[in-house]
């Protein structure tokens, strides 16, 4: 079951999906068209982009997609055995981290960007629930470039049903990840192989100091 509220607070027009005890917020246009061009040319031409590669039973397996990791210098960030050492903020990822605290009242000390080339490329299915990200960490994920399919699916199908919930992530929106998501949902950006053309995700996080 999914339930759209239009909300008129201060904040931009935006859609919130009521996930049993999860919550999930998308702005459609989070950055106006113009703005959406030009941080998609500038990131895509500037950032430093890796593809690492993972080991799956010993087999090493290259992540199907580009990265980079910005943030504090305290931000390490760990995940399928990977270790990521912040690059330090440029002027538009902290000028864009920036808008995101303002507006969202919340601290964000790192942002992994993320380069799928095109529709080959994808994330698979996971929870962003490491503990350097705390209990109920908000996530702010802002899509550039081609737009692409982003599925959730519960964790716990006997609280939830089998319940998959799908949208379509547009150049310039914002789709805000907040408490109990990560908890209790799963999500993946699949493969679509008939898209030609590229996107850029930065999901703005804020990650906590662990032992
Ligand atoms: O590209 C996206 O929209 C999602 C990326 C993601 O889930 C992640 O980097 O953890
Ligand atoms: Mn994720």
């Avoid at 500037?46 to 993972?54: G, V």
């Avoid at 920036?98 to 960007?113: G, I, Y």
């Avoid at 998501?181 to 995700?201: A, D, E, T, V």
């Amino acid at each position: 079951m999914q339930h759209a509220l239009f909300d008129n607070s201060a904040l931009p027009r935006h859609q919130h999906y009521s996930l049993g005890s999860a919550s999930l917020d998308y702005y459609p246009a989070w950055l106006d068209g113009a703005r959406a061009d030009h941080c998609y040319g500038q990131l895509l031409r500037d950032t430093p982009w890796r593809q690492d590669t993972l080991r799956f039973g010993g087999k090493p397996v290259l992540v199907p997609r580009l990265q980079a990791w910005y943030g504090d210098t305290q931000a390490r960030y760990g995940y399928s055995g990977l270790t990521l050492t912040p690059l330090p903020w440029t002027p538009l990822l902290q000028e864009l981290r920036d808008e995101l605290q303002r507006a969202l009242q919340r601290p964000f000390n790192a942002v992994l960007l993320n380069y799928y080339r095109d529709g080959n490329d994808s994330v698979a299915w996971h929870s962003d629930d490491e503990a350097e990200l705390g209990a109920a960490p908000m996530i702010a994920s802002l899509s550039l470039g081609a737009v692409r399919r982003f599925e959730l699916q519960a964790r716990d199908r006997a609280r939830h049903g089998a319940n998959k919930h799908t949208l379509d992530l547009a150049h310039g929106s914002l789709l805000v990840m907040g408490a109990g998501l990560q908890q209790h949902w799963r999500h993946q950006l699949p493969k679509q192989p008939g898209i030609g053309s590229s996107r850029l995700n930065l999901t703005f996080r804020f990650i906590h100091a662990v032992a």
